[in-house]
């Protein structure tokens, strides 16, 4: 079975610039997240798609952070215009969503932001 | 708001030096409790799930505990290649299928 694919793997920008990160998610997994984590930190959730609708987008910073999941399979993640804080690795992680039953996430290597 | 406590920061161990890692958390309804490994450059590898209290979950070396306040992530007769960071995430009933996670612990397994 395919792992969660996300590209480019590795992006360095200016600060003010604008910056998309793509993810493929495990063939039939409905459920779809974006993770930020901070060096040293662990992953915090930025967003949550179920299918193709928003289930969870109250910790993204919606001035300059937007995310779409077109026809409810890939995704992608824009930050514009990036901030030196928001220098950080972009996990997107992906779940079958069992009702009632195990829901574990699965993560893709994730995509290393370096902001200049 | 949930939180999640990792200690210690950061462990070293000569191979089978057995040690524990463990997970605090404050939670409003605890769905689930969930261990990953992590390897520099890599995201996130899922070990474990653990639901209610007293459940326990073995994978090879590693065997995970919880109680009502924490877990306990258990490594018996450790290998190098079992260096890693480890990291606790907690899903609460009121946040839907958010993980909040810790800090991570860093494990380094010395030959």
């Known amino acids: 079975e395919a792992g969660v694919a996300q590209s480019p793997r590795y992006k360095i920008i200016e600060k003010r610039q604008s910056v998309a990160f793509w993810c493929n998610p495990i063939?039939?997994?409905?459920?779809l997240y974006w993770y930020q984590q901070i060096l040293g930190q662990g992953p915090k959730l930025l967003i949550q798609f179920q299918n193709n609708g928003v289930v969870d987008d109250s910790q993204l910073p919606k001035d300059r952070f937007s995310a779409e999941r077109l026809k409810g399979v890939d995704s992608t993640l824009k930050i514009q215009p990036a901030k030196l804080e928001d220098s950080a690795v972009y996990l997107c992680?992906?779940?079958?969503?069992?009702?009632?039953?195990?829901?574990?996430?699965?993560f893709g290597p994730g995509t290393r932001l370096t902001v200049t | 708001e949930d939180q999640v406590t990792q200690s210690p920061e950061a462990l070293r161990l000569q191979e089978g030096e057995s040690s524990s890692l463990n997970c605090s958390y404050t939670?409003?309804?605890?769905?689930?409790l969930f261990w990953y490994r992590q390897d520099p450059g890599k995201g996130p590898e899922f070990l474990f799930t653990?639901?209610?209290a007293g459940e326990e979950k073995e994978k090879e070396r590693l065997k995970a505990t919880l109680t009502k306040k924490e877990s306990f992530l258990h490594i018996t007769a450790p290998k190098p290649e079992d260096s890693a960071t480890y990291l606790c995430?907690?899903?609460?009933?009121?946040?839907?299928?958010?993980?909040?996670f810790g800090e991570g612990t860093q494990l380094t397994v010395n030959p």
């Open positions: 992680a992906s779940s079958l969503y069992r009702l009632g039953g195990d829901d574990e996430q699965y």
């Open positions: 653990l639901y209610s």
């Open positions: 995430a907690v899903q609460a009933g009121t946040s839907g299928s958010r993980l909040t």
């Open positions: 063939s039939g997994h409905a459920t």
């Open positions: 939670v409003s309804g605890l769905r689930g």
